[in-house]
T-cell receptor, first 112, second 114 residues
Framework: GQQVMQIPQYQHVQEGEDFTTYCNSS?????IQWYKQRPGGHPVFLIQ?????EVKKQKRLTFQFGEAKKNSSLHITATQTTDVGTYFC????????????FGKGTLLTVNP | DVKVTQSSRYLVKRTGEKVFLECVQD?????MFWYRQDPGLGLRLIYF???????EKGDIPEGYSVSREKKERFSLILESASTNQTSMYLC?????????????FGSGTRLTVV
């Protein structure tokens, strides 16, 4: 079945440093989504990428979808303590059922 | 805002008990999902449903069943709870592939089986 690999598993940064998490799918995706889960919370939808090579920005967050639609990245510029949490990518392979396959997530901690 | 409500935040059950986890969404979403979340294993799909009375197995359905008698409600059933089912259970709902919305998750039920 479809697999979505995400690296790194953990990342600790100093406040103000940049952060990137990478996501790779074993199959071509229809779209990819990103979620954030704060400690003790539940995953919250951030964004969806659909087009090959697509780049979207949300303030300090930049999301990219690869040309082959099999990989994606999330980059945070100048991290803040409010960025702490686990970031998940989730791939949709298309088809009649809308079912996402989640990566295992990257836990980001930020030292103030 | 879409709201997904899970009936219990914390639950403690004994081995062998039948356990019901309830999930209700208020935005007329077609799709509903049950995941379990364990440290180091991420989110694993147990069952999902794309319509009333319809259900599909996810990646780890063994030991679980589901019920969707009404569009807004999706129940997860542990037929005979075991200690390896101790986990955080997350319910989610969604429209069918809306470009601007993904899954909306409930706050989760932390189940401990003793």
């Amino acid at each position: 079945g479809q697999q979505v690999m995400q690296i790194p598993q953990y990342q600790h940064v100093q406040e103000g440093e940049d952060f990137t998490t990478y996501c790779n799918s074993s199959t071509t995706l229809s779209n990819i989504q990103w979620y954030k889960q704060r400690p003790g919370g539940h995953p919250v939808f951030l964004i969806q990428l659909v087009k090959s090579g697509e780049v979207k920005k949300q303030k300090r967050l930049t999301f990219q979808f690869g040309e082959a639609k099999k990989n994606s990245s999330l980059h945070i510029t100048a991290t803040q303590t409010t960025d702490v949490g686990t970031y998940f990518c989730a791939g949709d392979s298309g088809g009649s059922n809308y079912k996402l396959t989640f990566g295992k997530g990257t836990l980001l901690t930020v030292n103030p | 805002d879409v709201k997904v409500t899970q009936s219990s935040r914390y639950l403690v059950k004994r081995t062998g008990e039948k356990v019901f986890l309830e999930c209700v969404q208020d935005m007329d979403h077609e799709n509903m999902f049950w995941y379990r979340q364990d440290p180091g294993l991420g989110l694993r799909l147990i069952y999902f449903s794309y319509d009333v009375k319809m259900k599909e197995k996810g990646d780890i359905p063994e030991g679980y069943s589901v019920s969707r008698e009404k569009k807004e409600r999706f129940s997860l059933i542990l037929e005979s709870a075991s200690t390896n089912q101790t986990s955080m259970y997350l319910c989610a709902s969604s429209l069918f592939r809306s470009p601007n919305y993904g899954y909306t998750f409930g706050s989760g039920t932390r189940l401990t089986v003793v």
